[in-house]
């Protein structure tokens, strides 16, 4: 296919980062494999982008930095001053984009970051065809998990609920779903979201790959090196990302010798503790604190199973790591990581209350800790899944042949996941 010209809004694009600036970069440089790739991004990752293009440079791949005036960097306090100072942005990146197009003339305008689906792109005022996403944010906690959360995790779930709600009444969101030629969402229920939006044309796709340095990193891994079964969560200790279910259910489970590691920080710390603690099994579950990600690709590598109960997830990077290591995954059938994990590369348990999850956890954890074969199938079919289908080189040339698609230039669409 000939190659377009394509703007990309990237607000946040570092690559020395993950989570959503990791993604942000990822996805722009492995798309100027295919066109001219355009990137509007913010001034502060101008450093770190200009020194990875000096050591590895990429043709087809240009930046431009804007950020708002000096003076009101004071909205960046706090992540609910992201919110705002981020919105602002949005609205001057638009004046800064239609200045480009006008000097480009871009065939299409991709907005791929911040990946929410509550705030809007100015950008899809220009005049070109207008891609969004993929974005998330339309997950919710599941109902009868209130009881889940202590006063701060209910005044966070409330705050969050409450964004969503004004960002769904702002006619800039709305206008934005109803000017995509295509809309991507990370999940069944985001895409629910935009499609009373606006969105008209919406197909459900992961905005999340892994590089092939990370596969290869992962998959060398290799087995534990003794036999004691080790369950392994990694991520911020907060109380939407459902870890006092997973000790809850290896408490349940009572397995011997068997230990559940937690790696991560957050507010939800000495809560936990005090949880294992109660439950008898405080010798049993270690945790380890934050940890540098080659650190805990190594307590991976130590592991046999990630349990990841999460409760609205919009994606789980954690979860392509761990199939990528060939370790089978423990969540929930529910938001992201219910979308990315499939049957075959772990044990997917509904969630209808807290006391069911537990339970269902806990049979999974059972079930995995004595059947060695199937870890190792679940394991060999997560692999095969994030080489095949989740890492950026596939994902993106995916995404170049919708490009084509919506210009008129391409063959049929690939499948749906």
Not at 34 to 41: F, G, P
Not at 156 to 162: A, K, T
Not at 203 to 229: K, Q, S, T, Y
């Amino acid at each position: 296919m000939t190659r377009l010209k394509v703007l990309f809004s990237a607000y946040a694009c570092d690559p020395m980062s993950g989570s959503e600036a990791g993604k942000g970069w990822r996805v722009v440089s492995h798309m100027a494999a295919h066109h001219d790739v355009s990137v509007l991004t913010r001034a502060n990752n101008r450093e770190s982008i200009e020194a990875s293009m000096r050591n590895n440079p990429i043709d087809g791949l240009r930046f431009t930095y804007y950020d708002l005036p000096r003076w009101v960097s004071f909205w960046k306090r706090g992540q609910r001053g992201v919110q705002v100072y981020y919105y602002l942005w949005q609205i001057g990146a638009y004046f800064r984009g239609r200045k480009l197009h006008r000097d480009c003339s871009f065939d299409l305008v991709h907005h791929y970051t911040f990946g929410k689906y509550w705030m809007p792109s100015f950008l899809c005022m220009l005049d070109a065809p207008f891609v969004w996403g993929p974005v998330g944010g339309g997950e919710s906690t599941p109902h009868n998990f209130s009881s889940h959360f202590d006063l701060r995790g209910r005044f966070y779930e409330m705050v969050r609920n409450l964004a969503r709600w004004i960002g769904e009444r702002d006619p800039f969101v709305r206008l934005t779903a109803r000017r995509s030629a295509i809309a991507y969402a990370t999940t069944a229920d985001s895409r629910e979201r935009m499609r009373l939006l606006g969105a008209r044309q919406i197909e459900i796709r992961p905005a999340i790959a892994l590089d092939d340095h990370d596969i290869a990193h992962l998959g060398a891994l290799g087995a534990p090196a003794d036999d004691r079964v080790r369950f392994i969560f990694i991520g911020r200790l907060l109380g939407w990302k459902g870890i006092g279910l997973a000790i809850e259910a290896f408490a349940r489970a009572a397995l011997p010798d068997a230990e559940l590691w937690i790696a991560g920080a957050g507010p939800e710390d000495a809560g936990l503790r005090k949880l294992a603690a109660d439950r008898g099994i405080g010798s049993s579950v270690i945790f380890w604190g934050e940890l540098p990600r080659k650190e805990a690709f190594a307590k991976l590598g130590q592991c046999h199973v990630l349990v990841h109960p999460s409760l609205h997830d919009s994606g789980g990077w954690v979860c392509l790591e761990a199939m990528a290591a060939r370790r089978p995954v423990i969540c929930l059938d529910h938001a992201g990581p219910g979308a990315l994990v499939s049957n075959e590369a772990g044990i997917k348990v509904a969630a209808n209350s807290d006391q069911q999850v537990v339970a269902d956890i806990a049979e999974a954890m059972k079930r995995l800790a004595v059947d060695r074969s199937l870890r190792m199938r679940m394991g060999e079919a997560g692999r095969e899944l994030v080489v095949t289908r989740l890492a950026w080189p596939s994902k993106c040339a995916e995404m170049s042949q919708m490009y084509g698609r919506l210009l008129g230039r391409d063959g049929p669409a690939p499948a749906s996941q």
